[in-house]
Each structure stands twice: as structure tokens, then as C-alpha cells.
């Protein structure tokens, strides 16, 4: 089984705290995403990465940053975190050379920013 | 800004009646891919469609694909109340374009016994 794994489901911040989200996936994927939900927004791309040390931005980059330093470890970094920033942050992963093929999703971590 | 736009927003029907979703993208694609979400979970895979298909089955599930219009629809037969979760359309651009999936705004259902 395909496992993507989100190191919180919940997670409660303060303004101007830094903040990392870490995802973890076992099949080896190239590409890996960071994708934000909010209600009647559906999900927003933040950044997505193709390898190792590898980031594009998606729609909605500002106020966030990536970390790819190893293939199956993706973390999404909010520099100073901020209460519009409180959503629900959702990870995938899919192989890239493969084109028609799903991605996988984490759980969600839930971030609220007081 | 979004490539995919799922209508309804809101779907509320009775359990084994239909349920029809449809979605709209904007540029060309190699593939666009249906998920479900429910209620503060991640999205789950439920079927693909090549850009070269018109119509997939699986299960109770009916997708379509009509690339003139850039547009797909979802059909679910006889729901059932497990249904009721949120349905996402996601498409892949042509040319792969680093490989990233842009997604729509979803569609709530709700499925009432």
C-alpha cells in the first residue's frame, strides 16, 4: 500500500511562529505537492517538486516556502505564520515519468494560527 | 488560478437516485482524474481518464470526457448514503509541466437515506 504520511493531523500556532509541515511517502515518488483547502476554494497548488532540491511554485506560493532535501521527505515551511494562513494542508505524491497516474494524498494537517 | 471548475457546488439527493457532477478546464491535458474527499480527510483516487477516451466505467462509476468543450462529468448510479463526500475533478496539462495536478473547488454530495 502507497503511504503518504503527514506528521500532524492537528497542529495550533502563533502569529509570527515559524512553522513546518513534514510529509513522508514510501513509493519512491518523483514528484511531491503541497496543497492548501479552504472552503469554496477547493484545493490551491502551493508548491510542487519534481526531485531532490527541486521546488516550482503553484498558484498561491507567498507567505510559504519548500523543503526537498531527500526524495520521499517534503516539508512546507510557513516563514512567519500568520492567521490567514489557518486551513487545512494537504500532501501528495506521484511518480512524474508516468503520466497517466493518480496521485496520492496524506491525512490533512489541520493548522490553525491564533 | 484554478483549472478545473466542478458544478454543482452542492448536490443534496436520495439514496439510489443518480448522482451528476460536472467539471470545466482551461488548457489542454493529458489526463483528467476524479478524487473524493470525506469530511476532513485526504482525497481518495477514484478514476482516470485519458485525453483520448471519451467515456470510462467503473463500478457504479460513469465518467465522460469531451475535450471540444474541455469539459468532464461524473456520474454515480444508484447512490447510496456512503456516497456523501466531497468529489474533486483534477486535471494533468498537456506537456506534463513538471508533473503537478490542478484541481477544482469540488462538489459537496450529499446522499440522504
Known amino acids: ?114 | 488560478s484554478q483549472q478545473g471548475e466542478e458544478d454543482p457546488q452542492a448536490l443534496s439527493i436520495q439514496e439510489g437516485e443518480n448522482a451528476t457532477m460536472n467539471c470545466s478546464y482551461k488548457t489542454s491535458i493529458n489526463n483528467l482524474q476524479w478524487y473524493r474527499q470525506n469530511s476532513g480527510r485526504g482525497l481518495v483516487h477514484l478514476i482516470l481518464i485519458r485525453s483520448n477516451e471519451r467515456e470510462k466505467h467503473s463500478g457504479r462509476l460513469r465518467v465522460t470526457l469531451d475535450t471540444s468543450k474541455k469539459s468532464s462529468s461524473l456520474l454515480i448510479t444508484a447512490s447510496r448514503a456512503a456516497d456523501t463526500a466531497s468529489y474533486f475533478c483534477a486535471t494533468a496539462p498537456l506537456y506534463n509541466q513538471g508533473g503537478k495536478l490542478i484541481f477544482g473547488q469540488g462538489t459537496e454530495l450529499s446522499v440522504k437515506p
Not at chain 1, 33 to 43: A, K, M, S, T, V
Not at chain 1, 77 to 94: G, P
Request: glycine content about 6%.
Open chain 1, 1 to 114: 500500500d502507497v503511504k503518504v504520511t503527514q506528521s500532524s493531523r492537528y497542529l495550533v500556532k502563533r502569529t509570527g511562529e515559524k512553522v513546518f509541515l513534514e510529509c513522508v511517502q514510501d513509493m519512491d515518488h518523483e514528484n511531491m505537492f503541497w496543497y492548501r483547502q479552504d472552503p469554496g476554494l477547493g484545493l490551491r497548488l502551493i508548491y510542487f517538486s519534481y526531485d531532490v532540491k527541486m521546488k516550482e511554485k503553484g498558484d498561491i506560493p507567498e507567505g510559504y516556502s519548500v523543503s526537498r532535501e531527500k526524495k520521499e521527505r517534503f516539508s512546507l515551511i510557513l516563514e512567519s505564520a500568520s492567521t490567514n494562513q489557518t486551513s487545512m494542508y494537504l500532501c501528495a505524491s506521484r511518480p512524474l515519468f508516468i503520466l497517466n497516474t493518480e496521485a496520492f494524498f496524506g491525512q490533512g494537517t489541520r493548522l490553525t494560527v491564533v
